[in-house]
């Protein structure tokens, strides 16, 4: 079963704009991650987030998590053309097997 | 490093046929994961190995499918027989050890069932 719902489903943005998506979540986690997908190829890992940090950064990524709401966004700052993808969270609860949500299609337009 | 082989990258077959997916790791990689993902969804755990056990294959529809990864490295998936609604990607990806950093997915074999 699907556990994260990433929000929106649909985003489009211009170049050098600031991406937001949000996900929340049901159970309990040990950790929560990032994926993006580019059409038709595999999932790329972008950033892990422990259930005991509250935020992370990674160049142009930033994470947050609040694990009293059960959710977590992704800002990716200074949007280019090249991050046009779909974004996934994944929720690894204490299988640490991966449960993802039903992503985020993110488009750049220059 | 070398990342997940996977194979074949395409394959079509018609219903009720049976088709095998292959899956090699990256090499160290205990923890083996296969998941379905249907167009416009995200993925769905079917199987976790690690090393050569089953950690959890509680959404594989055992009816059909079957995995199995013989001496802890590659691994197979199987579908007998094909379904109409089994037309999906299904993706390999590996980690050292399950909890660890981020896991890495291999490329997937794309299946159309007609």
């Known amino acids: 079963s699907q556990q994260g719902e990433e929000d929106p489903q649909a985003l489009s943005i211009q170049e050098g704009e600031n991406a937001t998506m949000n996900c929340s979540y049901k159970?309990?986690?040990?950790?929560l991650q990032w994926y993006r997908q580019n059409s038709g190829r595999g999932l790329v890992h972008l950033i892990l987030?422990?259930?005991?940090?509250r935020e992370k950064h990674s160049g142009r990524l930033r994470v947050t998590l609040d694990t009293s709401k059960k959710s977590s966004s992704l800002l990716i700052t200074a949007s280019r053309a090249a991050d046009t993808a779909s974004y996934f969270c994944?929720?690894?609860?204490?299988?640490?097997?991966?449960?993802f949500g039903k992503g985020t299609s993110l488009l750049v337009t220059p | 490093e070398a990342g997940v082989a996977q194979s074949p990258r395409y394959k079509i077959i018609e219903k009720r046929q049976s088709v095998a997916f292959w899956c090699n790791p990256i090499?160290?990689?205990?923890?083996l994961y296969w998941y379905q993902q249907i167009l416009g969804q995200g993925p769905k755990l079917l199987i976790q190995?690690?090393?050569?056990?089953?950690?959890?294959d509680s959404q594989l529809p055992k009816d059909r499918f079957s995995a199995e990864r013989l001496k802890g490295v590659d691994s197979t998936l199987k579908i007998q027989p094909a379904k109409l609604e089994d037309s999906a990607v299904y993706l390999c990806?590996?980690?050292?050890?399950?909890?660890?950093?981020?896991?890495?997915f291999g490329s997937g074999t794309r299946l159309t069932v007609v």
């Open positions: 990806a590996s980690s050292l050890s399950a909890g660890s950093d981020g896991y890495t």
């Open positions: 159970t309990s986690i040990n950790n």
């Open positions: 987030i422990r259930s005991n940090e």
């Open positions: 994944a929720t690894a609860g204490s299988g640490y097997a991966l449960n």
């Open positions: 090499s160290g990689h205990a923890t």
């Open positions: 190995f690690q090393n050569n056990g089953v950690v959890d």
